[in-house]
Each structure stands twice: as C-alpha cells, then as structure tokens.
C-alpha cells in the first residue's frame, strides 16, 4: 500500500513542529491542515484540539511531527518523536526537510516501533541500511507519495457533481477526493488561530500571517439580517393580499393566468421568499459522518441565492436603464403618436391581402360566392378592430408612460407587458387565424368522414376504431354529394387558413423572443458564471497531478491543481427553474396539426411540482417550434 500525503503548500517552509489533520477513513491517506510549532505544552494541544472538533465536526488528530532544520535545534526530531507516546496513533508520521534538498523524508512509524524505541536497535538498524547502502530505506521512502495543495483555493472550492444528501449507511462511501475536499473545508475554524494572536499556541497554514476583513462587508453582514426581516414582512402582507377570495373570481383568475405581466409578478414574489427564506442546508454533521454532503447542500443553497439576488438586480438595472431613455426627450409621446399611423398601416396592408385574395390569387379560380363572403367577413372585423385602435388612441399615451414604471420593478417587466399589449392589439390576427381553423379543421374532418363512406367503414366512437358498415343508396348519393361540394370548397377555405396561420405564426414568433428573453434574464446564473470567469477554482470539475520534485532519498511529490468546471456544465447546474413555456407537441404532432386545422397551442406553463424535475433536463440551445409559445390572447 503507498501512503498518500496531502501536504499544504503553505507549511513546506513552517518551523518545526506538530502536524495536525486526518486521517481518510477507508483510504490509505492522511490530510496534514497545520503545523502547532513549538514550544507548546501537549495538554493545551490536546484542549486545542477537541475544540476544533466541537466546533469543526473533523475528526482531528495529531498525525506525526514536522522537522526543520535550524541552528540551535539539533534535538528536535528526538524530542518530537519522543511526543508520539503523548499523542497515541496506529501510525506516526515522522517528516523532516534536509539541508539542500527541495523534497521531504518522511518514516511512518507504527505503535509496536512507537513503545519499543530501543536506542541499541536502532543504532544496528541504521547501520545495517548504511551497509546495504540505502536500499531498505529507499524501500520505506517509495512506499510514501507527498500531494501538495493549495490550501485556500481547495477550502473554498467546490466538486462537481454535488452531492446534496449524506450517505446512508447502504449508499456508497465517498471517494477519497471528495473526503479531501470536505475536510478541508469544513476545518474553517482551525485556521483562525494567526500569529498575531496572544494565545499559548502558534499554528502555521493559509491564514497564518493575519485575516483579511472589509468594513463594508461586515456593515452588509449587520444590515441584512433586519432587511431580511422586512422585506419577508412585506412579502407575507402581499401573499395575504393575493390569496384573497375576490381574487378567486373566475375572471380574475382566468386573466392572471394568461398576462404575461401576472405570471412574472407571481415568479418575482416566489424568488424573493427563496432570497428571504433560511437556509436549509445541515450545518454541521456527526462527528466521523461523510465529508461533502452538509457542504454540497450548503453550497447549492446559497449559490441558488446568490443567483436569485444578481439576476434581481441585474433586471432592475436594466429596467432602470429603460425608464431613464422612456422618459427622457419625450420618448413617451414620439411612441404614442406612432402608434396609432403603424395600427392603420397594418390594417391598410391587410385589406389589401383580402383584396388579392377575393380576385384571384397567383391565378388560381376560386368559389367567387365563398371567397366574397369570406373577404367581407374579415373586412368587417379589420373596420371593427380599426375602430377599436382610434378608440384607444387618447389613452395610449397614458397606458404607455403608467406602464413605463413597472420597469423600476425590472425588464422582465417591461418584456412581460409588451407581450401582453402585443397581444391586445393583434387581437383580429387571432380571431381570424380561429375562424379559418375552424372552418378548414371542419371541411378536413367532413373530407375524412365521407371518404370513409365510400369505403363501406364509419369511425367507431366506443371503440376507438374503424369498423366496416353497410350503407344504402340515398345515404351514399347524399355522401356523394356532400363529399364534392366540401372538395371543390377546400381551396379557397385552405387559401385563406393557409394566409392567416402565417401571420399567426408571425405574431407569436415575436412574443416568444419576448418570452425567451424574460426567461434568459430570469434563469441564467449570472453570479455561477461570474465565479467560474474570476474565480475558477471555487467550481472544479476534477484535479490533475504533475510532478513537482523526485530527488534521490526523498519521497515522490506531486502538486494538486484544480480543473475548473466548464461554462457548459456550470449554465446546467445551475441554471434557475422558472415558469417559462415549453413546447407541448413535438415537429411531427405540430405539422400534422398545421395540416388538419387544429388550434395550434404549442405551449404548456411549468408549475412548481415538475419545477425541479425540469431543472436538470434543460439544454442550452432552443429548437426553432421553442418560440411557439403562450400568446396570452383570451382564447
């Protein structure tokens, strides 16, 4: 078995001393975290210790001594291997720095070595490795690998995937990279002890030389907890507010369910109870419980947190940005008066595709009767929906500067009621695309029902099926009859859905960009890329080894480093669940619907059950039929 080491950076040049740290359990490891230089008095180490237990749930111990060399020290090896009988351990590592020498020697002694310490015996036993000239000491050395690590970067990073729940006892250990990790992380307060401390021990590691601190971080720290309180306060009063019984009302709650404006305001109030709730996460653990777990629930708390609070404040600059160019210059009134010359703009262009398509369009001869009836049956609700624009036409100035102000609140804001006044003004676009629906799904479905008649088979209702079925003469004539009328009318009837699904289509394309990027805003971690661009270590995918020294008469060294996880990786796991729409069909359902004049709705609002369960299953990319979502028309 080799025994692997890991070594911090910072203790390579410590005075001599104790070596303090764990041992992995399952593993044939230890975690050297400092270095208690003397002098000290065992019992006030032993005290040090336990408290650092209670405090840090590690399960740490004195693992050996550290040795080096120093003028005016010559017998602090033999004094600090003499300490092993105080400090009992199944093993006692014995490291030593030489003169010259970039690596470390290291003896690993066992309890039979420690209580024998026969000075005769190992007078003969360094004479015997001198004649075989090294070799049996060489031999003990090989079986020793020395890891170096950062112990700062190690501390506060973070392996991926995260483990969020604690091993059971039926559940796989965790893997010794993992109990690395965690053990240092999880000895914080070990590391506090620096040098400008006035107590009986002095310690070397990360923090030796003094802690850093900010006044305004520890003005952020005291002013959060009562702005927490609140703010939870004020969300309270608001859920009380929503959840009223005239809001209940059927209207209402059919509205709110379909602005775009609602559901935004009802995810924003769930965010801010997520920002406001505590933290859920297990502090500590067991004392000798699996490293990783408690800080992998801890870590997703908060940077689901952090996450919430940068893409809030991210959107309320934005919207503050779009506030301050809204009302400057008159931007208000230039959008207002607008308005109302692109509305008959648009009308003027649509009467004039009626007008194409009651003559003859691209020179097909269609049924003149149908196609005037039709023609006139929009025109009449272009004149309707003309009527309702100059209507309006005083109060769009005022709708659009009240408006203006919800984005102070964000520019999901802002995006959620442009869609929902998108979807007011192209209100004729829907009612047109549902009666060409209606009209072709009915001759589509006529078509496939008489088709069936001459075949001698109907479509059983109970059994889902189609069964064989006698007719007789007058049904087949009429059939007959039926089948021609509803087949010479399909082209102009399909001309007109054809025309009009298209500029459906057109619309709800613009309001799903609308969506997609209310959606963007909402879910994309923000501060998680952030922290991977600046910070790369605090997200690590894995480590990779080098070599850092190999001297002949020392142990192997190598140096840890951290391999950060990828952007990908960290948009996936972290990546906010949100209430945005999904396609509901997959290309094929969608074409045959397009093809058979069903009502195209290819969207399906999360809720918070399948919140979770969606998290993991987003991808980066959006097919194109992703933008077909809600419209927020009152269908």
């Known amino acids: 078995m080799v025994l692997k080491i890991f070594f911090p950076q910072c203790c390579n040049r410590a005075e001599s001393g104790l070596l303090v740290g764990r041992w992995i359990s399952g593993h044939d490891s230890a975690v050297v975290l400092a270095v208690i230089h003397y002098p000290f008095i065992p019992a006030q180490v032993k005290q040090y210790i336990q408290q650092m237990q209670a405090q840090s749930r590690v399960d740490l111990s004195v693992l050996g001594s550290w040795s080096l060399p120093k003028d005016g020290q010559e017998g602090m090896e033999s004094f600090l291997r003499d300490l092993s009988t105080i400090f009992p351990q199944e093993r ?49 050395e090989e079986k020793v690998i020395f890891i170096h690590y950062e112990q700062r970067k190690v501390m506060l990073s973070q392996l991926h995937p995260v483990e969020a729940q604690e091993s059971g006892s039926g559940s796989e250990p965790h893997s010794e990279l993992r109990q690395v990790f965690g053990t240092v992380a999880r000895s914080q307060p070990l590391f506090v002890l620096d040098r ?11 923090q030796s030389e003094g802690r ?3 006044i305004v971080v520890e003005l952020l720290k005291q002013a959060s907890v009562p702005l927490g309180l609140l703010l939870s306060r004020m969300l309270s009063v608001w859920t009380w507010i929503c959840s009223a019984r005239i809001l209940s009302v059927f209207p209402l709650r059919f509205l709110s369910s379909k602005l775009s404006t609602c559901v935004q305001l009802s995810y924003r109030t769930e965010r801010l109870q997520t920002l406001c709730a505590p933290q859920g996460a297990p502090q500590g653990a067991p004392q000798g419980a699996p490293q990783g777990a408690p800080q992998g629930a801890a870590h997703m708390d908060f940077m689901r947190k952090a996450n919430v609070l940068v893409s809030i404040l991210l959107d309320i600059s934005l919207g503050v940005l779009l506030m301050s160019w809204l009302y400057r210059n008159q931007n208000i009134a230039m959008l207002a008066s607008n308005m109302v010359p692109a509305a008959d703009r648009v009308a003027q262009q649509l009467e004039e595709l009626l007008q194409w398509l009651m003559g003859a369009p691209a020179g097909l001869k269609m049924n003149r009767a149908l196609d005037q009836v039709l023609g006139r049956f929009f025109l009449y609700h272009i004149h309707l929906w003309i009527s309702y624009i100059h209507l309006m036409a005083p109060f769009i100035q005022g709708i659009l500067w009240y408006g203006g102000l919800s984005a102070c609140l964000g520019l999901t804001f802002a995006l959620s009621l442009l869609s929902d006044m998108v979807a007011l003004f192209t209100f004729h676009i829907y009612c047109f695309y549902v009666y060409g629906a209606r009209l072709y799904c009915l ?22 099926r189609v069964d064989s079925c006698s007719y007789d003469l007058d049904q087949l004539f009429i059939g007959t009859l039926l089948f021609t009328i509803l087949l010479f009318l399909l082209p102009t009837t399909a001309l007109y859905y054809l025309v009009f699904t298209l500029l459906r289509l057109v619309v709800v394309l613009f309001q799903g960009v609308l969506h997609l990027s209310v959606d963007f805003i909402n879910s994309f971690p923000l501060f998680a890329m952030a922290l991977r661009i600046c910070r790369p270590y605090r997200l690590a995918e894995g480590v990779k080894f080098r070599v850092l020294c190999e001297e002949p008469g020392t142990a192997l060294h190598l140096l840890m480093e951290i391999n950060p996880l990828k952007c990908s990786s960290v948009v996936q796991t972290y990546r906010t669940p949100t209430y945005s729409c999904y396609p509901r069909d997959s290309w094929a359902a969608l074409v045959k619907k397009l093809f058979i004049g069903e009502l195209i709705y290819p969207w399906r609002r999360k809720t918070t059950n399948n919140l979770g369960r969606m998290e993991h299953l987003f991808v980066s990319t959006y097919p194109l039929h992703h ?8 269908r």
């Open 627 to 634: 933008l077909l979502i809600v419209d927020n028309n009152l």
């Open 196 to 206: 400008y401390d006035d107590g009986p021990l002095r310690s070397t590691h990360w």
């Open 212 to 214: 850093e601190a900010s």
């Open 443 to 464: 001759k589509i479905y006529g078509l496939s029902s008489l088709w069936r008649l001459f075949r001698g088979k109907k479509w059983n209702v109970l059994r889902q």
């Open 92 to 140: 006692w590592l014995q490291i030593r720095r030489q003169f010259g020498k970039t690596g470390f020697s290291c003896e690993v002694l066992s309890r039979d070595q420690i209580c024998r310490k026969d000075p005769g015996e190992k007078a003969e036993k360094k004479k015997k490795s001198e004649e075989d000239g090294g070799d049996a000491e060489r031999e003990d």
